[in-house]
C-alpha cells in the first residue's frame, strides 16, 4: 500500500473508498458551507514569522492538557456513527490515538458503546455530552462516562437543533445505510465498503439505548425529533457541573461572552468550535475568534480550537494565537476510512512530522516558544 502523505491525500482516498453518501456525511457541512471553507480559508490568510539562526537541533512538541500529558497538541474529536467508514470504528480510533500519545474523545453518538471503547484503549480518553432532553439517560452516561474512567467531560452546547445538511438530503443518506432508490447503485459500486462488512452490520447510536435504533430513518431528523432539547440554557451547565466530578470542557463556543459564561459555571477548559461548519453556516471561522476567547478567559482555562486544521503549521497558528492544543475531526475519519487504525495513526504521524519540521522551520524549537510574534495576522 502505497503511504499516506497528506490529509488532503487521505480525503482523496477515503472519497474514492465511500459510497458518496457516506463521504458525503463525513465530508459535508451546513448550507452553502461557507463556515466549513472559512476554516480552512482563515489559516491561509494567517502567515508565519520565522526566526533564523537559532539551535533548532532539538525539538518537543509535547504539552498537557487538563494535567494529561500528550505526545503532540493534537487531539481528537468526537465524531458519530464512525463504523460508517470502517467496520473497526470507535474502537480502532482509541487504539490509534493511545499509540500516539494523544487523546480520543468519544461521541455521545457513537457506534460502539463507552465500555467497548473503554477495553480497546490504551491511552486517556475523554467523553462528549449533548445536552440531550431525555435526564435519565444523560445522567446514566454521565455515571457511565465516571465509572469507566474517562478523564474528562466535554459538553458539546452548539446543537439546539442539527444544522440543515443538505448533501444527506441529496443522497437519501439513512441511519442505518440501507439499499434504496437513491443508494443501491452508490452501494454497488463500492464493493470494498460492502464488502468490509457494513451493509450487513447494523450500525446505530451504541449508548442511546434501543429507542434510537429501531428504525431507518434520516439521521438529522431522527436526533432533531428525539433527542435534542432546545430549552437547554445555562442552568443545565451547572446541573452537570454538580453531577460531574472531574474536568468539564464545554465545546462549540464562538464568542467571549459565552467562555466566560461557561467558565463561570465552572469549565476547567474551553473548545473554540463552529462544528466544522456543520451547524450554523455563517459562523466566522474559528482561528478568527481565537483571540476573542483567550482574551475572555485564557487567564482561567485552558482554551482549545478545531476546524479545518489540516496541517501542522494550522496547529502552530492555533498555538502562537494562545490554543493549548487543537482537535482534529474530519481528518483522522478520512485516515479510518483509508487505513482503519493504522490509516488513524498515519494521520496523527502525518501531523506530528509537520509540527516538528514547522518547529525547526520557524526557529522556535518547543510549543512553549510559538507566541504571538510567531504569525502575521491579516491587515
Ligand atoms: C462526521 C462528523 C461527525 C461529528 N459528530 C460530532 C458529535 O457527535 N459530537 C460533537 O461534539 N461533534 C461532532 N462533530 C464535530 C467535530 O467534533 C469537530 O468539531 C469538527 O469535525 C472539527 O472540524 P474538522 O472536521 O474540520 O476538523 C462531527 C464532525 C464530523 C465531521
Redesign the pocket.
Known sequence: VRPIFSVDEARLRARRRLPRMVFD??DGAAEDEVT?QA?RGAFASIALRPRRLVDVSERDQSTTVLGTPIAMPVLL?????SRLVSRHGEPAVARAAGANGTVY?L???ASASLEEVAAAATGPLWF?L?PWNDEQLVKALVRRAQDLGYGAL?V?VD?PLVGKRERDARNGFTIPPRFGPRTAVDIIRHPRWLRDGLAARSIGFANLGAAANTSVVSAAKFVNENLVNPSADIRYLDELRRLWRGPLVV??LMTGEDARRAVDAGADAVVV?N????QLDGEPATVTVLSEVISAVGREAEVYI????RRGTDVLKCIALGARAC?????Y?YGLAAGGEQGVGEILRILHAEIDAGLALLGRPRLSDVGIDAVRLPA
Open positions: 456525511f463525513v466549513m476554516n474529536a468526537p465524531t458519530g456513527l474523545t461521541s455521545t453518538m462528549q449533548y466535554v458539546a446543537t465545546k462549540g468550535s462544528h466544522g461548519g456543520r478545531d476546524g479545518g486544521i482537535f482534529v475531526g474530519r481528518p475519519l
